[in-house]
C-alpha cells in the first residue's frame, strides 16, 4: 500500500525567506504525486503535480517541487514567501492498486508566514 | 463550470439523527470520493466510487453509506449520527489514474 509522511506538522517562515515542505512517500511502483494546498475555511487547490514525466515540477504562485526516486521524496519548494501564502499543505500520493485511482493525503503541514 | 458543488455548508445534527450530504460534479467525471477532515489527521477516504452504480469503502466507512446512480451525483448518508463523525467532509472527483482530483468547498458538520 502506498503511504505519505509530511515530516513537518508546522513550519514557519519570514515573508521573503525561502520555502521548503518535506513529504516521503512509499510506493511499490511508479507513483503519482500531488501538492494541495489549503487556505482556512476553503476547499483543496491543486499547486502541482508529477506524472512521470519532468522531475522538477512547476505549479502555481511560484511553486515547485523535485521527485527523487532515490530518496522518495516529494519536496515542495518556493523561493520568496508572500503572506498569501500562509495555508495548509498536503502531499498526495496516487494509488491504483487494485485497479481503482485513490489518493491518498499526508497529514499536511500549515504554513506561518510572519512579516 | 460549477466543478463539484457540496450542500449543505453547514449543518448541526443531534445524535441518533440522520442527514444526507450532496455531491454533484459537471466535469463528466468518473471517479468520485467523500473524503473526512479532522484536526491534524488529513484527509481520510470514506467511499469512493468508479462509475455509476459502483461504490467501494475507503479507510473509514463505518457509519456512512453513499449511491451512486448517475454520473453526476454521489450523496453520502449519515443514518444514525454519533459525535465522532463531527468532522469537515469533503467530496472530489477525477477521471482515472494518476489524475488530479477536483474538490467542493466541504461541508462543516457538527453532531451533539
Known amino acids: 500500500a502506498q503511504s505519505v509522511t509530511q515530516l513537518d506538522s508546522h513550519v514557519s517562515v519570514s515573508e521573503g525567506t525561502p520555502v521548503l515542505l518535506r513529504c516521503n512517500y512509499s510506493s511499490s511502483y511508479s507513483p503519482s504525486l500531488f501538492w494541495y494546498v489549503q487556505h482556512p475555511n476553503k476547499g483543496l487547490q491543486l499547486l502541482l503535480k508529477?506524472?512521470?514525466?519532468?522531475?522538477l515540477v512547476k505549479g502555481i504562485n511560484g511553486f515547485e517541487a523535485e521527485f527523487k526516486k532515490s530518496e522518495t521524496s516529494f519536496h515542495l519548494t518556493k523561493p520568496s514567501a508572500h503572506m498569501s501564502d500562509a495555508a495548509e499543505y498536503f502531499c498526495v500520493v496516487s494509488d491504483a492498486s487494485g485497479g481503482y485511482n485513490k489518493l491518498i493525503f499526508g497529514a499536511g503541514t500549515r504554513l506561518a508566514v510572519h512579516p | 463550470n460549477a466543478g463539484v458543488t457540496q450542500t449543505p455548508k453547514f449543518r448541526i445534527l443531534k445524535i441518533g439523527q440522520s442527514m444526507t450530504l450532496q455531491c454533484a460534479q459537471d466535469?463528466?467525471?468518473?471517479?468520485m470520493y467523500w473524503y473526512r477532515q479532522d484536526p491534524g489527521m488529513g484527509l481520510k477516504l470514506i467511499y469512493y466510487?468508479?462509475?455509476?452504480?459502483?461504490?467501494d469503502k475507503g479507510e473509514v466507512p463505518n457509519g456512512y453509506n453513499v449511491s451512486r446512480s448517475t454520473t453526476e451525483d454521489f450523496p453520502l448518508r449519515l443514518e444514525l449520527a454519533a459525535p465522532s463523525q463531527t468532522s469537515v467532509y469533503f467530496c472530489?472527483?477525477?477521471?482515472?489514474?494518476?489524475?488530479?482530483?477536483?474538490f467542493g468547498q466541504g461541508t462543516r458538520l457538527t453532531v451533539v
Open positions: 466535469m463528466n467525471h468518473n471517479y
Open positions: 466510487s468508479v462509475g455509476a452504480g459502483i461504490t
Open positions: 508529477y506524472t512521470s514525466a519532468a522531475t
Open positions: 472530489a472527483s477525477s477521471y482515472p489514474e494518476g489524475t488530479e482530483a477536483f
